[in-house]
Every structure is written in structure tokens, then in C-alpha cells.
């Protein structure tokens, strides 16, 4: 018997029908009905507080999702993952991040050979490098310290590293400085490179393939950089390092396979911050921070393997997702961390989220006749209440709210971490309870003004609180996610793993770049849109 089509499923129709009722009814009437919503809805596990009681949800909501997560068969698809499967359909891989992180004396086959052994190999090594970088016994070619990192890489081999810089600053080297290059735009190398001493500088070519376009030509650019001032090719190898999977493309660049650091094609670009693409963030927190930062990828993925549904962090947040995009309409998700440590994650969480679940298509190829993945986005508050929460508050649009925030800030200083945990729950609240005309006319605002002060509500949100951001805490909550997006995949019967949308731009590209540097106008073949902006471009150039 054929699997049903998710729509067709009876679990997905009773969350339908459900919805119905539920777009009638408002968080205020939700909160009214159940005084203890507020500690009902919540979970904690592994130091990260979840409040959901603020979406729009209730009790039978949450045992029909469950019910939908047990049909699609979800925990089937997270033990085949753990398992080592191939369930990177479109790509025959086996998605295995979750290894990245397994204690040295785990045993995880991938074609009967146990990759933990592998994992460590690897882990030992840069945790050497890192160690001879931080103490200043890796010299450069002139026998100076080595001062400036800049990891070159874009993608899953820039995101994560600079969100991981960014994060975990107030564990880093505060006498080295880290840079990341990953825009194809020359700006972004002239920026990031203009005041550093090439001396004193260590380029990380970070690539899982060792082809991007933009990688390799930033690469050959530091390479060119670096020579100049220093006049000898020997110096790439006391100046140059690789990451990569691909040890024949590092080689014919130029770089000694010595200084590479590997990993796997069962490691996605964009769940490959734990692998040695994080060599700069272990350069900027040391071995031992980067391991305790491994070790909360591990707690969060062993709690996603055993606990409930009913109290498992990442199938919560997946589930609600799923509620809120395919149920309630809402077309993205904005995610909204009170951590200025965190300004990156948005970004970074953009890349997971999206080169995942933006499929059209089932893993059978069939075309999907429901929504997939939300639009992510996100500013770090409070920065964001002065310029987008308007349309979130008060637009025409549902966007659910991610908030994030710690109970201890890294920098104390009187009463800042007070007033920003204050917009957090206010902001979540407003957007719950909202102010109603009634409220908005009896504070005494004439008739004409007060449609414009009321708030109408029932604008859902989570709120995920932990103690303070540490590195195993980074590690917790990007793994939260990983597997929040996992679950969603999951329901959707979407491959997660796989990216084939990001090709066709890269190959026209391709085509274009000779015709830019020609000068005959016979060859464009474009349509008349393409071909009169590469005329015009060549012309005003
Ligand atoms: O173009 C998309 C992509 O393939 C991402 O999935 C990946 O993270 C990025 O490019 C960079 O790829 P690489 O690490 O192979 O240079």
C-alpha cells in the first residue's frame, strides 16, 4: 500500500478541521480558560527553557501535532539518521553531523566503518595547530607570531565560523584578531585585510568541495596578498591552511595536504560548524572551549534521540513551526535573540533553515501540494523593536517570534541586562494580549486615534531562556534548531540534506563571466532582459 500524501494523511486533516477553530480564538480567551498555561506550555531540558504557552495552541493542538509526528513516522527518520543511513536521498549520503560530536569511544558505521575514531583524529590535530597558533610557537615565514586569522569561506564554511566568532567572543584570544572573508565583491578582502600585518597573518581556506567560485578566487587573492609582502612561496605553508573534503583540490592549489584539516561528505556545509570548519573558532576559544561547545551539540542531540515528544525541545519547536506555517498561514519565522553576542545567528540561521527546507518537491520528486519551509529572519533585540516589530506588532501579517535570551549577560553593567530582559517578556506579551480599542478609548484617546493605538494580539511566540552563553550552551542551541528543522523536513517528506536550487545561478554565471570580458556582441544569447544589462554593463563600466 502506498504511503498517503501528507495532506491526505487523517492526522493533517484533523489539524485542519482544528485550525478552523483555533483562528477563532484568541490568546487572550486561551490564557482566560488556563490560568496555568504559563507553566503548562513550557518545557526545559539541558539548561534551555522553553515557553510555548504564547502560540497558538492548545492541549488537543499539541496531541494532534503529536499524533501527526507519529504517522509521518519522525522518530523512524531520527533513528535512521543516528543510524548512519543514506537519508540524504538526492545526494546517496548519509547525514551524520551528529557524529561531529560523539564522545571519543562511540561507534558510528557509515559503510561498516566506525567514523568516530575519524572524527577524533581530526579533532586532535587541529587541537594541536590551535594550541601552536595561540602560544606562538606556529610562527609565520618571518618568524613572527602569528596575530590575524582570516578564514576564507562562504556558505555553510563562513557562517557558522563567524557566527561562532561572533557568539563566543568573550572566550576568545583578545590578542589575535579573526576576520572572515566570504563575498566574491573584492571589497570584502580589501576590507577585511587592509590594516593586517601579512607577517603576522594566517589565511584558513575553508571549503567542503575546495571549488566555490568565490572561495578559490578569494584564496588565490590572499595567496597573491601574502606573497607580495613576502616574496618567497614557501611562506604559504607557515601562512596557509585548509579545510576541506576534497585533499586532491587543496593540493593543486597549492597547499601541503600536511596542513589540512578533513571531514566527510556526510557533513553538510551548513551542519559543519563542528567539524574542522570550526578550526577558527577552536583558534579563537581554544581546544578545551571547542570541545565543551561539542559536548552541548551531544547533550541536545541525545536529548532529541530519547526524550518524549511531549517535553523533546527540538520536536516542540519543529512542530509549532509546522502548526504555524502550514496551519495558521504564517509564511516566515523571525528570530529574535536578546544577546548581542548573537547578531550572527540570524544570518546563520538563514542557511539551515532555508537551504533545507526549501523544497518544492517530495523526497519521491512528487510536487507538494502544501507549504514548505518559512522565510527566517532577525535582528538582535532591542535593536529590532526600533525598526521592524511595527509590521509585527501591527501589520497585516502573522510572524511568529523566536526570542532568545540568558538570564546572566557576559557583560554586566548596572542595569543593562534588566532593561533588556524586560523587552523580552514585554515584547512577547504585548504581541500575545495586544491592546484593545476598548483599552485604547478609555485611556482617553479620541475615536480617530484609537484604531491606530490598539494592538490587536494573538500574535504567536516562544520564548527559549537559558542561563548565560557559553560555548557547550552555542552548542545546545544551534543543535536545537539543526533538529527543529530536521523534524520539520521530516513531516513535510522533504530532503533536508541536498540543495540542488543554489546550482543553476552558479552555472549561468559561469556562461556570463566570458561575455562580460568579450568584446563581440554576436555571441550574447540570452533573453533581451540578460543580454541589454550585459551591454549595458560592459558600456558604463
Ligand atoms: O552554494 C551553496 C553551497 O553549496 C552551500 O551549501 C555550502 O555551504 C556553500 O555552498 C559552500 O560550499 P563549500 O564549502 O564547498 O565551498
Known amino acids: 500500500m502506498s504511503t498517503p500524501s501528507l495532506t491526505q494523511r487523517p492526522e493533517w486533516q484533523a489539524l485542519q478541521n482544528h485550525s478552523q477553530h483555533i483562528k477563532q480564538t484568541h490568546l487572550r480567551a486561551l490564557f482566560a480558560a488556563e490560568p496555568q498555561r504559563g507553566d503548562d506550555l513550557t518545557t526545559e531540558a539541558e539548561g534551555i527553557f522553553l ?26 527518520h531520527v533513528a535512521a539518521m543516528f543510524r548512519g543511513d543514506a537519508i540524504n536521498l538526492t545526494e546517496k549520503r548519509a547525514v551524520l553531523h551528529t557524529a561531529l560530536r560523539a564522545p571519543r569511544l562511540a561507534t558510528i558505521l557509515v559503510d561498516g566503518r566506525n567514523v568516530v575514531p575519524d572524527v577524533h583524529v581530526v579533532l586532535d590535530r587541529m587541537s594541536e595547530f590551535a594550541t601552536r597558533v595561540r602560544d606562538g610557537s606556529w610562527l609565520g615565514h618571518t618568524g613572527k607570531r602569528i ?12 557562517l557558522g565560523p563567524v557566527m561562532a566568532y561572533e557568539a563566543l567572543r568573550h572566550f576568545a584570544a583578545r590578542d589575535m584578531t579573526f576576520r572572515f572573508v566570504s563575498n566574491i565583491d573584492g571589497t570584502d578582502f580589501a576590507e577585511a585585510t587592509r590594516d593586517l600585518n601579512p607577517e603576522e597573518t594566517l589565511f584558513i581556506a575553508a571549503s567542503k568541495t575546495f571549488t566555490t567560485l568565490e572561495t578559490m578566487t578569494n584564496a588565490r587573492t590572499a595567496r597573491a596578498w601574502c606573497l607580495a609582502a613576502l616574496k618567497d612561496d614557501a611562506a604559504v605553508a607557515k601562512h596557509f591552511v585548509a579545510v576541506s573534503t576534497n585533499a586532491a583540490e587543496v593540493s593543486k592549489f597549492g597547499i601541503d595536504t600536511a596542513n589540512m584539516f578533513g571531514f566527510w ?16 573558532t577552536m583558534l579563537a576559544i581554544g581546544p578545551d572551549a571547542f570541545r565543551e561547545m561539542l559536548g ?19 520536536m516542540l519547536l519543529g512542530l509549532l513551526s509546522v502548526w504555524n506555517n502550514n496551519f495558521l498561514g504564517a509564511h516566515t519565522v523571525a528570530v529574535l535573540p536578546y544577546d548581542q553576542y548573537l547578531k550572527r545567528f540570524p544570518a546563520y540561521l538563514q542557511q539551515l533553515t532555508m537551504e533545507s527546507t526549501g523544497k518544492h518537491v517530495t523526497t519521491a520528486g512528487a510536487s507538494v501540494d502544501y507549504e514548505t519551509g518559512p522565510i527566517y529572519w532577525g535582528e538582535p533585540g532591542t535593536n529590532g523593536q526600533h525598526s521592524f516589530y511595527q509590521l509585527i506588532h501591527q501589520g497585516t501579517r502573522l510572524i511568529p517570534c523566536d526570542f ?38 478609555a485611556e482617553g484617546n479620541p475615536d480617530w486615534l484609537a484604531p491606530h493605538r490598539s494592538f490587536e494580539g494573538n500574535r504567536p511566540s516562544n520564548v527559549i531562556l537559558a542561563e548565560s552563553l557559553t560555548p557547550a550552551m552555542l552548542g545546545k542551541l544551534v ?28 552555472v549561468l554565471a559561469q556562461r556570463i563571466v566570458p561575455e562580460l570580458e568579450s568584446a563581440t556582441d554576436s555571441d550574447l544569447k540570452h533573453d533581451s532582459s540578460t543580454n541589454a544589462l550585459i551591454r549595458r554593463y560592459r558600456s558604463m563600466r
Open 147 to 158: 596575530r590575524n586569522i582570516v578564514n576564507i569561506g562562504i556558505g555553510g564554511s563562513d
Open 404 to 441: 532568545i535570551a540568558f538570564a546572566r549577560s557576559q557583560n554586566p553593567l548596572g542595569r543593562h541586562h534588566d532593561l533588556l530582559m524586560a523587552n523580552v517578556f514585554a515584547q512577547a506579551e504585548a504581541l500575545a494580549f495586544g491592546k484593545t480599542l476598548a483599552e485604547v478609548t
Open 265 to 280: 561528505d556526510w557533513v553538510g556545509g551548513r551542519y559543519s560548524m563542528d567539524s574542522s570548519i570550526g578550526l577558527s
Open 296 to 314: 552541548g551539540f551531544h547533550a541536545m542531540d541525545e536529548h532529541f534521540r530519547t526524550a518524549p515528544v511531549e517535553s523533546n525541545l527540538p
Open 51 to 76: 515557553d510555548y504557552s504564547k502560540n497558538r495552541v492548545t492541549a488537543e493542538t499539541m496531541q494532534l501535532l503529536w499524533s501527526l509526528a507519529a504517522a509521518c513516522d519522525v522518530g523512524g
Open 479 to 506: 543543535a536545537l534548531y539543526e533538529h527543529s528543522v530536521f523534524v520539520q523536513a521530516a513531516i513535510w517528506n522533504i530532503d533536508a540534506f541536498d540543495q540542488w536550487g543554489v546550482e543553476l545561478g552558479k
